[in-house]
Structures are given as structure tokens and as C-alpha cells.
């Protein structure tokens, strides 16, 4: 099974910018839908962003406007460009993959903090 490894967190001001990567073992189009998730200190782990095979594109409300999700077909990359951060976006990030056939995978995740 393709496995997903994300990557490009750390500490930023507010107002700074990361992109997070995640980066998957095999094709991406081994998944039909691939996506973000944010998990802060003692909440639930809550979606972000998604895309789907066919490139349907989707946001959270909170992020709409800041973050966007891309991907590298070539490079078999998922992307988080997330600018205008917020002490409130404080999180680890983590990717999923729901393959093709039934299943879905997650990534180890990466960690994001903003703050001054």
C-alpha cells in the first residue's frame, strides 16, 4: 500500500507562511480522495483542506482565504501553502489517503507553531 509522509512544519511568526508537503510512496492517484487535518493540544482532530482525485478542491471555513491545497501529479505531492498564520493554527498537521480500494492511510504527521 502507498504510504504518505508529511513534512515542512515549524515555528513561524504570526502573519508568516509554511508549505507543508506530503509526499506519497507511490502514485497519489492510488487515492481517491487525499487531505489535510490539524489536531491542537487537547482538541479533536479537525479537516482542512481536501482534494479529490478528479481535483475537486475543498476548505475549511476557518482557513478559506489562507491556506490552499495543491498537488504535484509528477512528483506524487500534496500540498499545504498556508499564509497569514494565526496563533490559533498552532497544530499537528497530518495527511490522509483513502485508496482506491477500501482503506485509508495516514501520514506520521508534522508539527506547526505560530507564535511570537
Known amino acids: 500500500q502507498v504510504q504518505l509522509v508529511e513534512s515542512g512544519g515549524g515555528l513561524v511568526q504570526p502573519g508568516g507562511s509554511l508549505r507543508l508537503s506530503c509526499a506519497a510512496s507511490g502514485s497519489i492517484f492510488s487515492f481517491n480522495y487525499m487531505g489535510w487535518y490539524r489536531q491542537a493540544p487537547g482538541k479533536q482532530r479537525e479537516w482542512v483542506a481536501s482534494?479529490?482525485?478528479?481535483?475537486?478542491?475543498s476548505s475549511a471555513d476557518s482557513v478559506k482565504g489562507r491556506f490552499t491545497i495543491s498537488r504535484d501529479n509528477a512528483k506524487n505531492t500534496v500540498y499545504l501553502q498556508m499564509n497569514s498564520l494565526k496563533p490559533e493554527d498552532t497544530a499537528v498537521y497530518y495527511c490522509?489517503?483513502?485508496?482506491?480500494?477500501?482503506?485509508?492511510?495516514w501520514g506520521q504527521g508534522t508539527q506547526v507553531t505560530v507564535s511570537s
Open positions: 490522509q489517503g483513502i485508496y482506491q480500494s477500501p482503506g485509508s492511510t
Open positions: 482534494i479529490t482525485r478528479g481535483g475537486v478542491i
